[in-house]
């Protein structure tokens, strides 16, 4: 054996910046954790008992389905309809995270070596996943526009060869944007010129604050569409592993779910208790998403009066993150110096690839929480700017 698989970076070990990091975290001992964004860490985990309760009985059935089971994917279905999007459970592929799905979908659409244009800024997940594929990422941009983020349109002229999917974000993480109608029939008309496929990562899609709609039902002309969910954020349990694909065929056609069923079918990675979990879990996830949003709304109130200014603050169109801009110091420093004087752990903006020094991003979920009598507070002294 001469090595490993070129699919993986050649040095797998922490950069110097994460090393340093974690040396200080170490020194530094009791610190606020800005950067926790999972509700089973901030005290908003989902109630499962009633599900379970309903749904136990069914953990030792197993029934294999590429597509995944039929009772789930019409309670995927039935989620959609709720929020006014229509998908036949039939276009509906469960998997077992939004990381398999995009795997899947990569496995499905492309060659490799191709090319796949994601955000920047952006998660940097998506670099790893397509590069595992033996794929390639070309970026595209977010811009500041006035007091908000925008899609640069134009940057999306000046993708490579052998270029196979567009992949947007709605949310954005870690900006906030939201798609306009505006950014979505340009997007369709170049996915359609350039015969394109498109992938909707809407994992935050739950939790839009400036009531800008979802693009299930926009015009998608002949362009093959993937919108990708799960338990993860919609009832906050990524312990869970339930994701799913819905899907618009466009130009494919009926020869898109065999080929994804295909893919599907070589691992069935869904869990029984997953699947049984789907319709009792997703049944709740209004009432869920209320207690989130409420979280979040709160902090952004907090951010607002602390930074009004939208050159530091940006407005949040929805997601769980903020993302801040303070000019005359990198980064790194920033990060560093908010953990050692401070005892505020945030991320760095090169983590997201935000083109200018001085972004940090924080979370929406653990910021300014009074976990000891269960109410927020606006502790602005506490606030490390």
Known sequence: MNGLSQRLPEDLSDSPFFMQLSALKKKVGTFTDLTLSSPLKVGLAFDLKPALDEASQKFSIWNPDSSGWEESRKAVAAYFQERGGYFHPEWIQLTSSTSEAYSILFKTLCDPGDVILTPLP????????????????????????????????????????????????????????????????????????????????????????????????????DVPVFFLGGFSKSVGSPQLKLGWIAYRPGRLGEKLKAAIEFVADAYLSVASPAFALAEPMLRASKEYEEKISERVQENLQILRKKFPSTEIFPQVQGGWYAALHFDGEEDEALTLRLLEEKKILVQPGFLFDFDEDGWIVISLLSLMRNENSGASRENHQNLPF
């Open 122 to 221: 952006g998660y940097p997940l998506l670099d790893s996943l397509a590069a595992l594929e033996y794929l390639k990422t070309a970026p595209y941009f977010l811009k500041r526009e006035k007091e908000k983020w925008a899609l640069d349109l134009d940057s999306l002229c000046t993708f490579p060869a052998h270029t196979k999917i567009l992949l947007l974000v709605s949310p954005n993480n870690p900006t906030g944007h939201v798609l306009s109608h505006a950014e979505w029939d340009a997007v369709i008309d170049f996915a359609s010129l350039e015969n394109l496929a498109i992938i909707v990562d809407e994992v935050f899609g739950d939790f839009i604050y400036d009531g800008t709609e979802r693009p299930w039902n926009w015009d998608s002309k």
